[in-house]
């Protein structure tokens, strides 16, 4: 049997245990994306895989991200610099000061 294209793959389904909001960064496996929608428990939706998103850092984040570095997510949707004990989420788009809420993220598989 030949491979058949099946989408793009900008996104992938998913369907969730609890309720996902909007923005929020889904792990599974090695698989990372982020909600473009809020979705209910036990209903059909789906995870961006490609994309440029602003994600919000840990308010005592004081880290500098620089346009180019590689980018981590924890399980708990924090952005981190550190590869131990997290996922590979993308690469850093803009730099973002010590002070920015957020970096700016260009999601990679």
């Known amino acids: 049997m030949q491979a058949q294209f ?12 609890v309720d996902v909001a909007v923005g929020s960064i889904v792990i599974q496996g090695d698989l990372v994306g982020i909600t473009k929608r809020d979705i209910k428990a036990g209903s059909l939706g ?24 590689k980018i981590y997510a924890t399980t708990d949707g924090i952005v981190t610099d550190v590869d131990a004990g997290t996922v590979y989420l993308g690469k ?12 700016r993220v260009r999601l990679s598989q």
């Open 92 to 103: 850093v788009v803009n730099d973002a000061a010590a002070t920015d809420s957020f970096v």
């Open 6 to 17: 099946v989408h793009d793959g900008k996104a992938v389904d998913f369907t969730p245990t």
């Open 46 to 69: 789906s995870i961006a895989v490609e994309g440029v998103f602003d994600i919000p850092k840990d308010p005592a984040d004081a880290e500098v991200y620089a346009a180019g570095q």
